[in-house]
């Protein structure tokens, strides 16, 4: 006699098939979505998996495959708000072609980036989504001799599909709108949490905005994350000095509010005195209180065409060449910019 106390066993692909009275295989074809099934057959199966609550082994049916159904993306710095914001959007569009997501937040470090690499590949990751990449070889050898398809979402390199803003046009746009407002002095301040390669074509559009102006360049690193120094000189000297800016492009939008905050502690006013133009328009940018002018990349777009891209790759719908798709990105003008205003009141 069965004892009451005990735990009832759950449900197998056995029991589904006989109380659907169809085969083992017809049930799994159902739980796949598998094509020229009736569909009557399919509404029995289903009806008979809710009235056992019958859960498939998802893992036992992908040691079979070798293969699971979970992306793996890498992200450079999660407390950068675009990268939280990228992975929000990649999440909810993976859902909709029924993958899983498994992040490794690298620090934008080669040996962070390619522990875990391995890590994700020995999960049996169906694809790979870079949102940052160090550009390290023993990483690029890894996954290419995986054969996992890999994509690069915002960053660029020439072993995987690539979708990205057009980010030398994002660099121009910025550069030109403070040029139109009347600035001449103005500065290019790198972020370090920003990719090699889209660092340089944003520095590239602003350095054609300049030449085209006839004015020089003035281009400045942030060293590490602080915000607060610079490799090349201090903020202090940039914004406080004889050969003062007047306009700042930075790279991203996290480099740009960090620029918004020394200048709030070196008593220089923003728009009158420092007009500042971001990159990303992260959600932060749009708040009242930092109001940030920004490139806006089309974040939403970007990551439903890369999880489409990669998904068309993964079920072999996609083959041949590494695809390039560089999308649009526009200015949105905020409140942190304006024309050269009144002299400066330096704190005491």
Known sequence: ???????????????????????????????????????????????????????????????????????????????????????????????????????????????????????????????????????????????????????????????????????EKGGRIATEHLLELGHRRIAYIADPSVEDAADQARQAGYRRAMAKAGLPVAVYHWQGSDGKTLKETSIEKVLLGDDRVTGVFSSNDLGAIELLDCADRLGVKVPQELSVVGFDDVTLAGLRRINLTTVAQPKEMMARIAVSTISSRIKGELTGGHLRQIVDCSLIIRGSTAPPGAKRNRKA
């Open 1 to 167: 006699m069965k004892n009451p106390s005990e735990p009832a066993k759950p449900a197998t692909i056995l029991d589904v098939a006989r109380l659907a009275k169809v085969s083992k295989s017809t049930v799994s074809n159902v739980i796949r979505d598998a094509k020229g099934i009736a569909p009557a057959t399919i509404a029995r199966v289903r009806a008979a998996i809710d009235e056992l609550g019958y859960r498939p082994n998802v893992l036992a049916r992908q040691l079979v495959q070798q293969r699971t159904n979970v992306l793996g993306v890498v992200v450079g710095d999660l407390a950068n708000p675009f990268f939280s914001e990228m992975t929000k959007q990649i999440e909810h569009y993976a859902a909709q072609h029924r993958y899983q997501v498994m992040f490794c937040n690298t620090q934008i470090d080669e040996h962070i980036e390619l522990a875990g690499l391995r890590g994700l590949l020995d999960y049996r990751i169906a694809g790979l989504i870079f949102l940052a990449y160090a550009g390290d070889e023993e990483s690029a050898r890894l996954v290419t001799e995986s054969r996992v398809p890999a994509l690069f979402l915002t960053c660029t390199a020439d072993w995987g599909d690539v979708v990205s803003p057009d980010d």
